[in-house]
T-cell receptor, first 110, second 114 residues
Framework: GIQVEQSPPDLILQEGANSTLRCNFS?????LQWFHQNPWGQLINLFYIPSGTKQNGRLSATTVATERYSLLYISSSQTTDSGVYFC????????????FGTGTLLAVQP | DGGITQSPKYLFRKEGQNVTLSCEQN?????MYWYRQDPGQGLRLIYY???????QKGDIAEGYSVSREKKESFPLTVTSAQKNPTAFYLC?????????????FGQGTRLTVV
């Protein structure tokens, strides 16, 4: 089955720094989602990005489907950006069942 | 506001008991899903449903059961057959179950066996 790997596994930043999170996947995909899991466990949708680039405030994402990776950029990080960032892609035939990467744990220090 | 509501947020279960986790959505989505998350891990699919009165097993369905009697509701029962039920459970929905739709998640239920 499809494999999803994220890097780095952990990241510590000072407030105001920029960062890039990476998601590699082993097979072609029809969609890719980025999520932020906050300290209370809630999964917040960041981007639905099968290909191309999208921006939302300080966050942006790029998916290069032909090379099987996606990048999430966080600029001018804030303490509220702390948490775990997951990418997820569909698997298992013609359904939107998602397989998740193992996540990147981000800690932004004041 | 449209969204997915899970209840309760915290649930404690004694050994040998069945418990039911609630998931309700008012997004008019056809597809609904249950995922399990263990500490430090990603999410794994338990069950999914494409339409009312239909549901399919995911990767870790043993010890769980679901029903889909109404479009907006997809309850999950954790049975006594589930050997290690302590985990964080997340419900999700999408417009339909095809590959090119976005999934949205509820706030989760944290289940602990005591």
């Amino acid at each position: 089955g499809i494999q999803v790997e994220q890097s780095p596994p952990d990241l510590i930043l000072q407030e105001g720094a920029n960062s890039t999170l990476r998601c590699n996947f082993s097979d072609s995909v029809n969609n890719l989602q980025w999520f932020h899991q906050n300290p209370w466990g809630q999964l917040i949708n960041l981007f639905y990005i099968p290909s191309g680039t999208k921006q939302n405030g300080r966050l942006s994402a790029t998916t290069v489907a032909t090379e099987r990776y996606s990048l999430l950029y966080i600029s001018s990080s804030q303490t509220t950006d702390s948490g775990v960032y997951f990418c997820a892609v569909p698997y298992g035939g013609a359904t939107n069942k998602l397989i998740f990467g193992t996540g990147t744990l981000l800690a932004v220090q004041p | 506001d449209g969204g997915i509501t899970q209840s309760p947020k915290y649930l404690f279960r004694k050994e040998g008991q069945n418990v039911t986790l609630s998931c309700e959505q008012n997004l008019n989505h056809d597809a609904m899903y249950w995922y399990r998350q263990d500490p430090g891990q990603g999410l794994r699919l338990i069950y999914y449903s494409q339409i009312v009165n239909d549901f399919q097993k995911g990767d870790i369905a043993e010890g769980y059961s679901v029903s889909r009697e109404k479009k907006e509701s997809f309850p999950l029962t954790v049975t006594s057959a589930q050997k290690n039920p302590t985990a964080f459970y997340l419900c999700a929905s999408s417009r339909w179950v095809s590959l090119d739709t976005e999934a949205f998640f509820g706030q989760g239920t944290r289940l602990t066996v005591v």
